[in-house]
């Protein structure tokens, strides 16, 4: 089972990995570091990998927080 905690680092982790950033945190915004659809698409990637579910891009920019981002599919996705 997942924590939220766990959730939020899971995309964390998505977003420094994919968009090359080491110095990204929970609250970093997704377009001041970069991010494009290309960027948007590999993160839900990632997270329909790790997590077993669909997750729409388009939550990426509304979302483009991580904590933002984990929140939103930990409620309307997951169950933690």
Request: aromatic residues 8%; proline residues 4%.
């Amino acid at each position: 089972m997942t924590t939220t905690q766990d959730l939020t680092s899971l995309v964390t982790d998505a977003y420094r990995e994919t968009l090359g950033v080491d110095a990204l945190d929970e609250n970093s915004d997704f377009y001041e570091w970069g991010g494009d659809s290309l960027t948007a698409f590999r993160i839900t990637a990632r997270l329909e990998e790790a997590l077993g579910t669909e997750v729409p891009v388009a939550l990426v920019f509304a979302y483009p927080t991580p904590a933002d981002l984990a929140a939103v599919v930990e409620s309307d996705l997951v169950r933690v």
